[in-house]
C-alpha cells in the first residue's frame, strides 16, 4: 500500500475499534476530569523535493507532517512543539472544523487543499483538563505556511517523516516536577525536542502504521524547565 493508503486504512482500524495495542490511549486517557473539548490537525503531505511522476508509490519516507513551536513567552507549554490546534469553540460544527480552523490561524494553510481522512479516538491531557481529538489529514494541494501570530508561535515547519523515523533522532524525554519524574517519547528535530503529548501521539501513530524503526529508549534526554 502507499502511504495514503495506510494512514487511510488506520483511519478505517480506528472506527471500527481495531487499532493497536501502542499503549497510547493508557497513556493518555480521557477520564471525567478532561472536560474541554480540543482538536488537533495532524497533517501529512508529501515532501517538495518528491519527484510528482505519474504512478510512482509514496512511501512513508517521501513524506512530511506540519508542526509549530509554541511562543515561548506562553503561560501554558510554553516553546513545546506541538500539531496545529486548540479548543474547539461553540460556533465550531465539529472537531474536524476546529482543527482547521485552528491550523489556518495558526498558519496560514489554506484550508482547500486539505483532505480529511478522520478522527483518532480522543486522548486526554489531565493536567490541562482537555479531551484532544486528533483529526488525522492528507495536504493534496500544499499551500506556503509561516507563523501567523508571534504571541502564540515562534515557528511553522514541516518535519521529514523520515528524520522523526530516524533512530538517531529519537529519544526518551524526562522531566522531574514536585518530586516525580515523567517521561516520553521524543525527537530531537530541527533544532528543537519534540515531547509529551506530541512526542506521545507521533510515536503512537507510528507504532499503529507499522512504522516505527526500531530505537533505542533508553537513549535520555533530560528536560530542565
Known sequence: MTALEELTALVSRFEAGQQKDSALWDLLPVTAETNRAAAVLMLFGVLDDVPAESGRQIAPADLDVLLLERAH???D???QVAFP?????PEDESVVAAALREAVEETGLDAGGVRVLGVIPELGLIRSNFRVTPVLAWWDAPSPVRVVDY???AQVFR???RDLLDPANR???TISRLGRTYTSPGFTINGVLVWGFTGMVLSGLFDE???TVPWDRANLHHLDL
Open 73 to 75: 513567552t506562553l503561560d
Open 77 to 79: 507549554h510554553p516553546g
Open 85 to 89: 490546534g486548540g479548543s474547539v469553540d
Open 151 to 153: 504571541a502564540e508561535s
Open 159 to 161: 518535519v521529514p517523516v
Open 171 to 173: 529519544v526518551t524525554a
Open 209 to 211: 502504521l507499522g512504522w
